[in-house]
């Protein structure tokens, strides 16, 4: 859920390393998770074209709308218990459905 937190309150595309330092979680669960978001349709990436900026390439990712719309109900839903969070709870990841 905290993932989908940072992504949420983001005006702007956040890339891996920094959604794992925002969040606080290991790179082990992170990227697992943002992979999963992807493939559900929550999320799309894609490469960091800054040439001006020096270091290896970044992979940027964003709420899809559909996403968006599942991960504040998501949010919502959990918000209750979210102080007080000891143990990752699993969040269910479904893809939203795409206006046509």
């Known amino acids: ?3 989908l937190e940072v992504l949420l309150k983001s005006d702007q595309p956040r890339w891996g390393l920094e959604i794992i ?5 290991p790179s ?9 978001l992807e493939r559900a ?3 799309t990436s894609s490469w960091d074209d800054d040439s001006e900026r020096r270091g290896p390439r970044r992979r940027m990712y964003v709420l899809t709308p559909g996403g968006a719309q599942e991960a504040v109900k998501v949010c919502a839903k959990t918000a209750g218990g979210a102080g007080n969070r000891t143990k990752a ?3 269910p ?3 939203p459905e795409v206006a046509r």
């Open 1 to 3: 859920m905290d993932v």
């Open 21 to 25: 330092k925002l969040t606080g979680r």
């Open 28 to 36: 082990g669960s992170v990227y697992p998770l943002l992979d999963r």
């Open 41 to 43: 349709g929550w999320v």
């Open 89 to 91: 709870r699993p969040v």
């Open 93 to 95: 990841v479904t893809r």
